[in-house]
């Protein structure tokens, strides 16, 4: 039984023709009414072509590629201290289409109560909804609103209902999805 198909022994089956072998042809059964013999590894190729399985691992590498982010535009409001590593930084990475946005920012002058300041916009990185995260002050603890609205990439701060002081350091966190 395993050596032949009903009526039609297995040996009796004409070959695949090479030009056959990169089209989908080269599977066991073509349109219902021809059969083919083809092997294994033949087939395998010609299924993982089909299923896009070449491409996956390119595919899952672009997926886990931790790519830094440049940012334009720092604080047009001169809310904070420049950026240098000691006073204020800015670390923000891309993996797949998910945004990474961490930045401890030291306060260069007062907060107002219930106003947003921009901290700078991410180059290719517009967002597919309207996110929020936050920063919380190192002197008191408070916890304010970071937000980027959909398809924008602008960074905000809101300081909501609190002020905050000149010296202060904010650690900031957002993650968002990109379109």
Not at 79 to 103: C, L, P, T, Y
Request: hydrophobic share 35%; with cysteine.
């Amino acid at each position: 039984m395993s050596d032949s198909i009903p009526g039609i022994k297995i040996n009796e089956l004409p070959e695949a023709e090479q030009s056959q072998l990169t089209d989908a042809s080269v599977a066991v059964v073509d349109d219902g009414t021809t059969t083919r013999k083809t092997k294994l590894s033949t087939f395998v190729l010609w299924l993982k072509s089909k299923l896009g399985i070449d491409t996956m691992q390119e595919d899952i590498n672009n997926l886990n590629t931790n790519t830094p982010v440049a940012y334009t535009g720092y604080d047009p409001s001169g809310k904070f201290e420049a950026i240098d590593d000691a006073n204020s930084w800015i670390r923000a990475s891309r993996i797949g289409k998910f945004v990474h946005f961490d930045a401890g920012l030291k306060i260069k002058t007062n907060f107002g109560k219930n106003t947003e300041y921009r901290i700078c916009a991410l180059s290719g990185c517009t967002a597919h909804q309207t996110q929020y995260g936050y920063a919380i002050s190192q002197l008191t603890g408070k916890v304010m609103l970071v937000k980027v609205s959909e398809g924008q990439n602008l960074l905000y701060i809101a300081s909501q209902s609190q002020t905050v002081a000149i010296g202060d350091r904010l650690w900031v966190h957002i993650h968002y999805a990109c379109k």
